[in-house]
Antibody, heavy 118, light 110 residues
């Protein structure tokens, strides 16, 4: 079955950096686009970034553009989110999700918590 | 970042029918399919409905979706206590080149 396992979250100071990882299994990773979605404490869902199956095309929400970088390693069945210049408002649970052709997220990881605080 | 308006809360008694609405624009709901996710407290969201009215395997037919113009709705009939959750709509947005989510609706079964 499809499994998406995020890791790399933690406590970081404002202005700091963190790299999230998402390990995928149970499906042909190279067939799918992947995405990161976040949820601030007590708030709703916010799309963060996506990457195509080849990794050539990526895009970001305006709120993270220029600070976050998405990438993938198809040999390792993994997708990453490099987060720089972190702000308090980046505090959230970050979910990794698989994207289907009709542009929906059919499987989600369990999430990893990122806390930005001094 | 854009957020699709949804009512913050909805409620019903067991057996009732409840509808949750989601409105958008021509850039998102008006030109792309709508999807719905359900999130139980402390857990990751799960796909509930995709492409406006398609149920993933395992989702009972008590759940139905529809879309008209720039609005969409999710209906839950035969309400059960386990339906208590947060419900989010979402759609691709052509102007953002990314997804927009609804604000989320907390459903309470009285």
């Amino acid at each position: 079955q499809v499994q998406l396992v995020e890791s790399g979250g933690g406590l970081v100071k404002p202005g700091g950096s963190l790299r999230l990882s998402c390990a995928a299994s149970g499906f042909t990773f190279t067939d799918y686009y992947m995405s990161w979605i976040r949820q601030a404490p007590g708030k709703g869902l916010e799309w963060v970034s996506y990457i195509t199956s080849s990794g050539i095309t990526v895009n970001y929400a305006d709120s993270v553009k220029g600070r976050f970088t998405i990438s993938r390693d198809n040999a390792k069945n993994s997708v990453y989110l490099q987060m720089n210049s972190l702000r308090a408002e980046d505090t959230a649970v970050y979910y990794c999700a698989r994207i289907r052709t009709a542009l929906y997220f059919d499987d989600w990881g369990q999430g990893t918590l990122v806390t930005v605080s001094s | 970042q854009s957020v699709l308006p949804q009512p913050p809360s909805a409620s019903g008694t067991p057996g009732q029918r409840v509808t949750i609405s989601c409105s958008g624009s021509n850039f998102n709901i008006g030109s792309n399919p709508v999807h719905w996710y359900r999130q139980l407290p402390g857990t990751a969201p799960k796909l509930l409905m995709y492409a406006n009215d398609q149920r993933p395997s395992g989702v009972p037919d008590r759940f139905s979706g529809s879309k008209s113009g720039t609005s969409a709705s999710l209906a839950i009939s035969g309400l059960q206590s386990e339906d208590e959750a947060a419900y989010y709509c979402a759609a691709w947005d052509d102007s953002l080149n990314g997804w927009v989510f609804g604000r989320g609706t907390e459903l309470t079964v009285l």
